[in-house]
């Protein structure tokens, strides 16, 4: 009998009335086909029941539906039948696919369906029995779907059974790995990309361990040789279901024999597991010891080890970090991976702790310090240095952690920086940082430089004087350190360091290595950013300060002073003076210099300070010998420069090896010595009296030269470039040898002799020169006409009109309390008038002439106050045969109100006495109508003879 008639019986005799095309449903379970044939005869029989249903009621629908249910069910459990399951799965998914869809209906039309409910339940619990069993019988080879239609497979829908298993545990397991393999199968027949992540991250139970997981998947690997667990897949297994906490094993190493396992690599592993492992620190899932030897584990790949020591870093609290750094340096190996990372996580993690967390983690390292192994001690200390380093180099130069340092802290933190360094070096960048806020940065209100000075030579003085002895400044102090100490040269010197306050800084510095080194660079660099527009002035005002803080006499224990002297004299002396002879009168300077020579206790440029000297020597013996510059021997008669070199020059052999014919002055014809009255004497050379006694008559003798020099040239130059118009025989020549003396400021005194003399002879010939000077107006320098009055009958406001129309340039502003100089250029042999007024208020006026050709010949022509110039005019003249300046000064310091003066200045040339060159071109045409060349003086002389008697 047939399956259909069999179970047909049974159930009709129920009293249950079926449908025609539900019995032939039945028919299908007589059939013998397996695989599509089975299921195309199913799904025909299934298409033709909904058809019916669809065209006429269907009366008998909930009969028709347990039916279906039952047949089903009972072709389960008939042992013939039931063999032919795993040839049939993809035909019974369908059916059980199409009675879910026709239990939805009944729910519809019907009110009790428990009992529906319970047998479709009981049906599907059957087909997962079954599938189970087919799958571990055959160890995964079945079940398999036949079917490749896209259609039947959407209708099957094998993925919805899987997703369905939320729940996994030893029973349900080869069921699930039985719906992966057909869910897989599914979906490459529908080309669809289903992910094993995607499975495993669906299930939200697993009710067995890891590796047992693991176990029964590779038992059944042949099932799913087409599509093997993948690594995300096996990620994704181990964030559902990791290694409990207590494991004697470290879950790191389960997973890695796990992957091998898997044939997967490690390396990808590594790659993926990284947010696995955050997650499990997060939820504190790992020990230290199985993290720590997971991490030296990962030492020999920087990029893993770099990672995942990141990701510790950033999900555990710094404590805990410490701890693994701690643990990782006493227990483990440590290479150049782990500790460049180790240093690297720490420091960025530690930089921002506080100053006590910072203490007990140095406590920790100092108490680990024994247990670290000889072999990687060096670079146990090298981690924490980087770590010290960072965290000194971010609190010391951020605001918001750096004013929390007290001495005390930066002490014990310098100690801690040497102790636990591998160098034990100040040197160290951390140790610096330390020094530079410990020594030299001042918090305080410290606002005078030399306030702070004092305040730092405290500071060195209390300071670690083993370390100052041990340790070079040179390789640990830094000029930049020193800014806000450096002194405004000379001023800070001259205003801010009386003597009480120098005494106490000489007296501060103990021989403190240190502390001299910091005063030595303080003034080299002081000097170096001082603007060194008049070197002189500086040497001079500190020459003068030096007597003032009693410091003027050498004393080889006088450091400061010492110091201070060698920077003056290398760094101004040596590189910013012309001439060793125009140094001002800085006695006390120059004899430090000398004394620091000969003691030899202090480091100096000897080779520049020999020369130095052998350069002011070699001066002096020019002076001797007359081969100085004529401003020269001016300069010094207010200089005391050259008496300094005086005791090592022997000025009697000097003067005896030298020619003395050159110290006699020229010889003068009588006709000379009438218009030029003060003849000087020739030079004395012999030496009766001292050294700087003779020096002094040397040098006042020899000015005294260059004054009738001077007036000499001054009356013979306009003579002479008359007798050059004439083309006398060498007035040209000698006209220009003149002008290049009085242009040239390196002229000697004895070039100047041979000029004069020179002079003498071209007016040798002369009878009366004295009445040729007077012609030619030539015999007075500078002939003050009006020393300058206020011309009542001259209103300045007008005067100031006229000015602003034809000479609008023509003034000058006075600012409130202050003084203020107008200079104008005058040429030589002028006759000259000025004139000023003020737009608004009287003024304190001073007018000078200065000559150019000679520093310090001023003439002062008029000097007063509150001269009342915004009422009248202010007018003066005078004549000079020489170049200069003319000079206006309105001092406005003590006055409030800023005030405008207007000036003119009308310069014209001295006049000469025409009636005598009319004559004498008469006199010349008639003796010498054409003259084919030069003319000798002899016969101008002659001619002026001629000339001077008619």
């Not at 249910?69 to 042992?79: D, F, G």
């Not at 495993?200 to 799913?224: C, H, M, R, T, W």
């Not at 994704?236 to 796990?258: A, C, T, V, W, Y």
């Amino acid at each position: 009998m047939s399956f259909f008639r069999k179970f047909y019986d049974t159930f009709n005799g129920k009293d249950n009335k079926l449908s025609e095309p539900v019995k032939l449903i039945g028919h299908i379970f007589d059939e013998h086909s397996e695989g599509i044939l089975f299921y195309d005869f199913v799904l025909t029989r299934f298409e033709n029941f909904d058809q019916i249903n669809q065209d006429q009621e269907n009366k008998t629908f909930s009969n028709d539906f347990d039916f279906i249910v039952q047949c089903v069910m009972t072709s389960l459990t008939t042992a013939e039948l039931s063999k032919k399951f795993s040839a049939r799965i993809d035909a019974y998914l369908y059916m059980f696919r199409r009675i879910v869809e026709y239990l939805v209906i009944i729910k519809r039309v019907t009110t009790w369906t428990r009992s529906y409910e319970a047998n479709v339940k009981a049906l599907k619990e059957k087909i997962y029995e079954l599938l189970s069993k087919v799958f571990i019988d055959n160890k995964g080879l079945q079940p398999n779907l036949s079917m490749t239609d896209k259609d039947q497979l959407r209708k099957m829908d094998v993925l919805q059974h899987l997703e369905a298993i939320t729940k996994i545990d030893a029973q349900t397991l080869p069921l699930f790995f039985a719906f992966i393999k057909l869910s897989f199968q599914a979906s490459l027949a529908l080309g669809e990309n289903l992910q094993w992540k995607r499975i495993i991250s669906n299930v939200q139970d697993y009710g067995i361990p890891l590796q047992e997981f693991v176990s029964k998947y590779i038992d059944s690997e042949l099932a799913f040789r087409q599509f093997p667990l993948d690594l995300p897949g096996f990620i994704e297994l181990i964030n559902k279901k990791s290694i409990p906490k207590n494991s004697s094993d470290s879950p790191f190493n389960i997973f890695i024999r796990l992957c091998r396992s898997l044939n997967l690599k490690a390396d990808e592993f590594f790659g993926q597991f990284r947010p696995v492992f955050e997650n499990g620190l997060r939820q504190k899932s790992f020990t230290f010891p199985h993290i720590s030897s997971f991490l030296c584990m990962l030492g020999g790949q920087e990029i893993f080890f770099d990672q995942y020591l990141s990701s510790y870093a950033a999900n555990v609290d710094l404590d805990d970090l410490w701890t693994m750094f701690l643990r990782i340096v006493t227990e483990r190996e440590i290479n150049d991976i782990i500790q460049k990372h180790l240093a690297s996580k720490l420091m960025n993690r530690t930089m921002n702790t506080s100053i006590s967390n910072f203490k007990r983690y140095t406590k920790l390292v100092i108490e680990c310090k024994s247990k670290v192994k000889e072999e990687y001690r060096s670079r146990f200390l090298d981690i924490y240095g980087k770590v010290f380093h960072g965290f000194i180099n971010k609190q010391l130069t951020d605001e918001q952690y750096s004013y929390k340092y007290s001495n005390q802290d930066l002490v014990h933190f310098l100690s801690v920086g040497l102790e636990l360094s591998t160098t034990h070096d100040l040197q160290q960048p951390s140790c610096l940082l330390i020094l530079h806020r410990l020594l030299f940065q001042m918090y305080t209100q410290v606002s005078s430089r030399v306030d702070k000075i004092q305040r730092l030579f405290q500071n060195l003085s209390d300071f670690d004087q083993d370390l100052c002895e041990k340790n070079d400044p040179i390789s640990i102090i830094k000029d930049e350190w020193l800014e806000e100490f450096l002194l405004r040269i000379p001023d800070d010197l001259l205003l801010n360091i009386k003597s009480y306050t120098y005494t106490s800084l000489c007296d501060s510095h103990h021989n403190n290595r240190w502390t001299i080194y910091v005063w030595k660079r303080i003034i080299h660099l002081s000097i170096l950013r001082s603007k060194q527009d008049n070197a002189n002035d500086v040497l001079y005002k500190l020459n003068e300060w030096l007597k003032v803080v009693q410091h003027n006499v050498y004393n080889k224990s006088d450091t400061l002073t010492i110091l201070l002297v060698i920077n003056l004299f290398e760094m101004l002396i040596v590189k910013y003076t012309k001439s060793v002879l125009s140094l001002p009168n800085i006695e006390v300077i120059l004899s430090f210099v000398e004394n620091i020579r000969q003691e030899e206790m202090y480091e100096i440029d000897t080779k520049q300070l020999d020369e130095f000297m052998t350069s002011g020597q070699k001066s002096i013996e020019n002076l001797l010998l007359l081969k100085g510059s004529c401003s020269t021997y001016r300069d010094l008669n207010n200089s005391t420069i050259a008496y300094f070199f005086l005791p090592k020059i022997d000025i009697q052999q000097i003067l005896t090896d030298f020619n003395p014919q050159q110290y006699k002055f020229p010889s003068l014809p009588r006709k000379t010595e009438l218009f030029i009255s003060f003849i000087p004497k020739d030079i004395i050379i012999t030496l009766t009296e001292s050294k700087e006694e003779y020096f002094k008559r040397f040098l006042e003798q020899v000015n005294e030269w260059l004054q009738w020099f001077d007036r000499f040239l001054t009356i013979s130059l306009y003579i002479i470039e008359w007798l050059k118009n004439l083309n006398v025989d060498g007035a040209a020549q000698l006209l220009r040898d003149i002008h290049n003396s009085k242009d040239n400021t390196l002229t000697t005194v004895i070039q100047m002799k041979t000029i004069v003399e020179r002079i003498l002879k071209l007016f040798q010939p002369f009878n009366d020169l004295q009445r040729l000077c007077h012609l030619f107006n030539c015999l007075t320098s500078f002939q003050m006409i009006d020393a300058g009055e206020l011309n009542t009958r001259m209103n300045s406001a007008n005067y100031i009109r006229d000015l602003k129309r034809l000479q609008p340039n023509n003034s000058f502003h006075i600012p409130a309390k202050a003084t203020m100089s107008k200079s104008f250029p005058i040429q030589d042999r002028q006759h000259v008038q000025w004139s000023i007024a003020s737009d608004k208020f009287p003024c304190d006026i001073e007018i000078q002439y200065s000559l150019a050709e000679v520093q310090g010949d001023i003439k002062s022509l008029y000097t007063k106050k509150n001269v009342a110039v915004e009422k009248h005019v202010l007018q003066g003249e005078f004549e000079t045969q020489r170049a200069g300046q003319l000079v206006i000064t309105i001092d406005n310091e003590k006055l409030h109100n800023p005030r405008t003066v207007w000036y003119r200045i009308i310069q014209t040339q001295l006049s000469t006495c025409h009636l005598f060159h009319g004559i004498f071109n008469m006199f010349s045409q008639k003796y010498h109508k054409r003259f084919a060349g030069p003319i000798k003086e002899k016969e101008i002389a002659e001619l002026l003879d001629k000339v001077f008697q008619f």
